[in-house]
């Protein structure tokens, strides 16, 4: 056995009880290992934890262990996978023991469920390169290479591919989960869609109730619904082997509000006339950027399925209904805007094979490769285009002078097509009917910068919904809010003046259900941060 700074290993031998200390060991690092300080704070740098351990785990025998450890010792439990929760569930001051999920990683075939297996610790890239590269298959997951499958999947990931082969969970076959059971002792359990699974309803929470909420899941199995034949490459849905990409740009210059307001309209008005699944246009996703004027430019970025007929049209013809009445040259894209970057020489809508689109959508991301960013977030689904008084807030807001950061953003994003085949109540995601979501985003660098650009972010978000409250409650418009885009201020009764509770802006009527899925679960609420769902009766 080998002891190094940060954890203890054991090294394989034949012996059986070497194997099982193989096992049961893994990395766990404390404050006084230099790798600390890198392994206590995600993807937004606002949050830092300060946790006594975090261990590192590289199979899921050594999960229960870990769990059933910090229950025995009284201790606040959280996971992480990719690092990339938008608030402080993982690093909180409350928290006092992490697992850290990166080493649990792989992405297989297993032929015994006839599914492919990924662990939760995996990497959307990782996962896309070796199921298109190995079996030329995918799942419609989101674009970020560094999201972690953990809570990605766990939340109803959705991406560039939803309109064609709907959200990421509508192909999930099964899940693996360390939960903790009535007489608080840990357990690994594995559990399937299956009809006759007596833990079907524990598969049922992971297709959109959220991350942190039931146990630790370790592994999904993914094949779709009504799959035909055997085997990865016969499971899962097939990307289009290439795409058309193209992006072009509005200078603020050249915008005021009549102009901005048909910008806006315009990508609103079509995305809720093609939202059902039967649309011609379910194979293209896009987004439609408003920067604040200090960046220069509005972008629109559009992937199209270049292998349907007469798909160059159809792009062109999308870029002309959303510039229609507009008035302003559209141009290369040429700033860095939201979570893209530059991207000039997509100004000629470009051919890419799919994965290499994935790579460069995926990795050209300034959010995810300066690791030095705050950031705050809040989201909405769209049912219908806006009325007037939310175009008119955007560009009040997105226009100020009192503060001007040219990375703030407000993305309005596709949605609908496949994703709308499908029932509110088959999985935990519950927005089936919407046409096309937002995310708010403002980065910034230094922490004197916290209070304005959250102030910002609060003021623009509660004005475009001021007639509901400040919240995008569910109505004929709006659609509430993404959980994966999670937002502590939803619980805030000086933010939310709605009267909706945020579990129902997350979840509506599927709450009940997940909340029953807790108290059989999870009865001791072991799994929980600030937007966790709550046993019944709380």
């Given at each position: 056995?080998?002891?190094?700074?940060?954890?203890?290993?054991?090294?394989?031998?034949?012996?059986?009880?070497?194997?099982?200390?193989?096992?049961?060991?893994?990395?766990?690092?404390?404050?006084?290992?230099?790798?600390?300080?890198?392994?206590?704070?995600?993807?937004?740098?606002?949050?830092?934890?300060?946790?006594?351990?975090?261990?590192?785990?590289?199979?899921?025998?050594?999960?229960?262990?870990?769990?059933?450890?910090?229950?025995?010792?009284?201790?606040?439990?959280?996971?992480?996978?990719?690092?990339?929760?938008?608030e402080d569930f993982v690093y909180n001051p409350e928290v006092q023991v992490v697992l850290d999920l990166s080493n649990l990683n792989r992405v297989y075939y297993d032929a015994s469920r006839d599914a492919v297996a990924v662990e939760a610790g995996a990497v959307l890239l990782q996962v896309y390169e070796k199921m298109y590269e190995?079996?030329?298959?995918?799942?419609?997951?989101?674009?970020?290479?560094?999201?972690?499958?953990?809570?990605?999947?766990?939340?109803?990931?959705?991406?560039?591919?939803?309109?064609?082969?709907?959200?990421?969970?509508?192909?999930?076959?099964?899940?693996?989960?360390?939960?903790?059971?009535?007489?608080?002792?840990?357990?690994?359990?594995?559990?399937?869609?299956?009809?006759d699974d007596p833990n079907r309803e524990l598969w049922w929470a992971h297709t959109g109730g959220g991350g942190g909420n039931f146990g630790i899941v370790t592994r999904y199995w993914f094949r779709s619904p009504g799959a035909r034949g055997r085997g990865p490459a016969k499971i899962l849905p097939k990307p289009p082997s290439e795409v058309l990409l193209s992006a072009v740009s509005f200078p603020w210059s050249e915008m005021n509000q009549e102009r901005f307001t048909a910008l806006v309209s315009n990508y609103a008005a079509f995305h809720a006339a093609n939202k059902s699944p039967s649309t011609p246009y379910t194979g293209f996703g896009s987004y439609l950027v408003l920067t604040h004027q200090s960046n220069g430019q509005i972008g629109l970025v559009t992937q199209m399925d270049a292998t349907v007929p007469d798909a160059e049209q159809l792009l062109e013809d999308y870029v002309q209904a959303v510039t229609e009445g507009v008035g302003v040259e559209r141009g290369p894209m040429t700033a860095a805007l939201g979570e893209r970057n530059a991207m000039p020489e997509?100004?000629?809508?470009?051919?890419?094979?799919?994965?290499?689109?994935?790579?460069?959508?995926?990795?050209?991301?300034?959010?995810?490769t300066d690791p030095t960013l705050r950031a705050d977030y809040k989201s909405a689904y769209m049912r219908a285009n806006f009325p007037q008084s939310q175009i008119d807030a955007l560009y009040r807001h997105l226009t100020r002078t009192d503060?001007?950061?040219?990375?703030?953003?407000?993305?309005?994003?596709s949605f609908g097509g496949r994703v709308n085949a499908v029932p509110r109540s088959a999985t935990a995601s519950v927005h089936r009917d919407s046409a096309f979501k937002l995310l708010w985003m403002v980065l910034w660098t230094d922490p004197a910068g916290d209070d304005a650009n959250i102030g910002w972010l609060r003021e623009c978000y509660e004005d475009v919904y001021a007639d509901t409250g400040g919240v995008p409650v569910p109505n004929?418009?709006?659609?509430?809010?993404?959980?994966?885009?999670?937002?502590?201020?939803?619980?805030?009764?000086?933010?939310?003046?709605?009267?909706?509770?945020?579990?129902?802006?997350?979840?509506?009527?599927?709450?009940?259900?997940?909340?029953?899925?807790?108290?059989a679960w999870d009865p001791h609420d072991v799994f929980r941060h600030a937007q966790s769902i709550r046993l019944p009766g709380n």
């Open positions: 056995m080998t002891h190094g700074t940060g954890g203890t290993f054991a090294s394989a031998t034949d012996d059986a009880e070497a194997l099982e200390e193989l096992v049961s060991r893994h990395a766990t690092v404390t404050p006084a290992d230099r790798q600390y300080g890198d392994l206590v704070r995600g993807v937004n740098q606002r949050f830092v934890g300060r946790p006594d351990t975090v261990h590192l785990v590289d199979s899921t025998e050594q999960v229960p262990r870990v769990v059933q450890s910090a229950l025995d010792a009284g201790r606040r439990i959280a996971v992480r996978s990719g690092g990339h929760c938008f190995t079996w030329g298959v995918t799942i419609p997951a989101g674009i970020c290479y560094s999201v972690g499958v953990g809570g990605h999947v766990s939340g109803g990931g959705w991406g560039l591919l939803c309109r064609q082969h709907g959200l990421v969970v509508d192909h999930l076959y099964a899940v693996e989960v360390v939960v903790v059971d009535k007489h608080r002792r840990a357990r690994t359990v594995v559990a399937t869609r299956d009809h997509y100004f000629t809508p470009r051919r890419l094979p799919w994965l290499q689109s994935v790579r460069y959508m995926g990795t050209t991301n300034v959010m995810l503060h001007t950061n040219p990375n703030i953003s407000v993305t309005l994003s004929a418009v709006t659609d509430g809010c993404y959980i994966n885009y999670c937002d502590n201020d939803l619980g805030d009764p000086a933010r939310n003046r709605s009267g909706v509770p945020w579990h129902d802006l997350y979840y509506e009527d599927n709450y009940p259900r997940l909340q029953r899925i807790k108290a």
